[in-house]
């Protein structure tokens, strides 16, 4: 890293690095040390952008879910029928999954860590309550476009579909645990939320 980077872009090289070695590693296991080696900083450098590593996690946190969030309103936006954005906001999810696995690492050690951390319990409880939010939202705007049966319940289906994408999370950790019905689950989820056949568009 370059040592005249500026103080915000060097924040933001330390957080993207951090992200990385968390996911491969876990909140708990990984070192600041180390971090800071793969961020080609000092310690004491990390320490004046980050309080702790706990500070440094949640960051990591934030900063994930930012970015997530963004790609989701990329793709509601790009897709001019109501009744394929939650489709399409899990196709952007599994995408961007496949080429840097961070967000789900991160979310499942942060939800199997919480227990032993009451700071960061606090955190992902509101952490999750946002990305339900988010979800909900997005249900209700398509319910009002008609593209999800107008007797479904938004607040219930977008705590369905954060449980469906951990579900995959967690069967990636296990080597592919529900793969083989990860496909009719997904055409279940859309026959039930729009009332179409999974082969319509």
């Known amino acids: 890293m370059p040592a005249r980077l500026p103080a915000p872009e060097r924040?933001?090289?330390?957080?993207d690095c951090a992200c990385r070695v968390f996911s491969r590693g876990s909140y708990h296991g990984t070192t600041t040390a180390e971090i800071a080696r793969a961020a080609g900083v000092t310690e004491p450098i990390l320490y004046r952008h980050f309080e702790s590593k706990r500070d440094l996690y949640l960051a990591c946190l934030d900063e994930t879910w930012a970015e997530l969030r963004a790609l989701w309103d990329d793709a509601v936006a790009a897709e001019p029928d109501a009744a394929n954005w939650v489709?399409?906001?899990?196709?952007?999810?599994?995408?961007?999954?496949?080429?840097?696995?961070?967000?789900?690492?991160?979310?499942?050690?942060?939800?199997?860590?919480?227990?032993?951390?009451?700071?960061?319990?606090?955190?992902?409880?509101?952490?999750?309550?946002?990305?339900?939010?988010?979800?909900?939202?997005v249900i209700e705007r398509a319910q009002a476009e008609g593209g999800v049966l107008a007797d479904r319940d938004p607040r219930a289906e977008a705590w369905l579909f954060i449980s469906v994408g951990l579900l995959k999370m967690i069967s990636a950790r296990l080597g592919g645990l529900v793969e083989d019905d990860f496909p009719a689950i997904i055409a279940s989820r859309r026959r039930w939320l729009t009332g179409r056949d999974p082969a319509e568009s």
């Open 11 to 15: 924040r933001a090289a330390v957080l």
């Open 87 to 137: 489709r399409a906001m899990a196709q952007a999810f599994f995408r961007s999954e496949k080429n840097r696995a961070v967000i789900s690492n991160l979310w499942v050690q942060a939800l199997s860590e919480a227990g032993l951390d009451d700071e960061l319990r606090r955190y992902m409880r509101r952490h999750m309550r946002e990305v339900h939010a988010y979800v909900a939202a």
